[in-house]
């Protein structure tokens, strides 16, 4: 299997507007075509109108999986095809399924990583793996090793994933993926 790669957007190296987020994404996409591409800005106040830009831009670069950042409703209403819920949304597991949406959601321990499995989202993020800004202490590969032998779900390691040493490692630990900010800048 091959590693997959998971883009995610941050508006400080995409941009704040529809123009901006579309130049960014041509920039990115034509340097490294993600397998998953989630978009994600916690501080606009026109999300809707940057998320319809990402699926947009996303689609005709035909990247697999594009995904919007917590709002499941607004994904599907765009046609994206999946959801990245927050550590703090796994009641919005099921009604994600129920719309037919692919379901990531963010774990920062073995509990919760085992709680997504439960209520049958289809992959995680556990985080940090490594040092990353303002994300608390790294977990480090051998509890990503751990978590991955522990869980059927695919898991996408998370946190600080910059170099390609990194995803090797991550790989190695059984992985199905990394998610990343910054390597894909």
Do not use: W
């Not at 704040?16 to 501080?43: C, G, I, M, N, W």
């Amino acid at each position: 299997m091959t590693l997959k790669h998971y883009l995610i957007t941050d508006p400080s190296f995409y941009g704040t507007t529809p123009d901006h987020l579309e130049l960014a994404l041509d920039v990115v996409y034509s340097h490294r075509l993600p397998d998953f591409a989630l978009f994600r800005d916690k501080q606009t106040a026109d999300y809707a109108a940057l998320a319809h830009t990402f699926v947009t831009i996303s689609r005709e670069y035909k990247v697999p999986r594009i995904l919007l950042h917590g709002d499941y409703t607004l994904a599907h209403e765009l046609g994206a095809d999946g959801v990245h819920l927050t550590s703090s949304q796994f009641d919005a597991i099921a009604e994600a399924k129920y719309l037919g949406l692919y379901v990531i959601i963010s774990t920062h321990s073995h509990e919760e990583a085992l709680k997504a499995q439960e209520l049958v989202a289809d992959a995680i993020t556990y985080s940090p793996i490594f040092p990353s800004p303002n994300k608390g202490e790294p977990k480090g590969l051998e509890d990503l090793k751990e978590i991955v032998d522990k869980i059927e779900i695919p898991i996408f390691a998370l946190g600080g994933i910059t170099t390609e040493e990194q995803i090797k490692a991550v790989e190695e630990c059984g992985a199905y993926g990394f998610a990343s900010i910054r390597y894909f800048i």
